[in-house]
């Protein structure tokens, strides 16, 4: 079965440094999103992108935040300067876009700041 | 605004029924979705729910509510494996993003 997959699995930055997290979604699918869980908390919405382009976004996906699809097959999501409180767990999904179809999530990117 | 309620822990013994309730109130409703997350691991699919009744699928069953605002998660013959997270996910109307609940932490004891 096709899978998104995501690198690297755990990253430790030091405070206002840059971090780009990588995703791969699968290969038919349209619409790709990013989600993020601090440690004991839930899944938070931060990202979609469509054709190429954001199409929603949360509050949470502040400036500092960006994303891109650099050629057909990646993904990336890029944290300009990170901060102590960006510290989570960053999950890439992916969707066809039909309206019963479920998020499949990549194993996901620990991202440690200190 | 959206809000979406569920337990935070439940433990059932293995082999047996348990049921994990889930209330949303969202402005308008475009489907829910259950999924189970293992700890330190990503959210898996397990059931989608977008008009009122029960869906079936194996040991799984959810329900849903419109009405009410309501879905509950059925576990049957509860395996010890199951003891995971579940969360229940909204996407409201006029949106195609899912916004996830605080997830119920499920023990299952020998």
């Known amino acids: 079965e096709p899978e998104v997959t995501q690198t690297p699995s755990h990253q430790v930055t030091q405070m206002g440094q840059e971090v780009i997290l990588r995703c791969v979604p699968i290969s038919n699918h349209l619409y790709f999103y990013w989600y993020r869980q601090i440690l004991g908390q839930k899944v938070e919405f931060l990202v979609s992108?469509?054709?190429?382009?954001?199409?929603?976004k949360s509050e949470i996906f502040d400036d500092q935040f960006s994303v891109e699809r650099p050629d057909g097959s990646n993904f990336t999501l890029k944290i300009r300067s990170t901060k102590l409180e960006d510290s989570a767990m960053y999950f890439c999904?992916?969707?066809?876009?039909?309206?019963?179809?479920?998020?499949?999530f990549g194993n996901g990117t620990r991202l440690t700041v200190t | 605004g959206q809000n979406i309620d569920q337990p935070t822990e439940m433990t059932a013994t293995e082999g047996a029924i348990v049921q994990i309730n889930c209330t949303y109130q969202?402005?308008?409703?475009?489907?829910l979705f259950w999924y189970q997350q293992h700890a330190g691991e990503a959210p898996t699919f397990l059931s989608y729910?977008?008009?009122?009744g029960l869906e079936e699928k194996g040991r799984f069953s959810s329900f849903l509510s419109r009405s009410k605002g309501y879905s509950y998660l059925l576990l049957k013959e509860l395996q010890m494996k199951d003891s995971a997270s579940y969360l229940c996910a909204v996407k409201t109307g006029g949106s195609y993003i899912p916004t996830f609940g605080r997830g119920t932490s499920l023990i299952v004891h020998p």
């Open positions: 969202t402005s308008g409703f475009n489907g």
């Open positions: 999904a992916s969707t066809t876009g039909a309206n019963n179809s479920p998020l499949h």
């Open positions: 992108f469509y054709n190429n382009e954001i199409s929603e």
């Open positions: 729910n977008v008009l009122d």
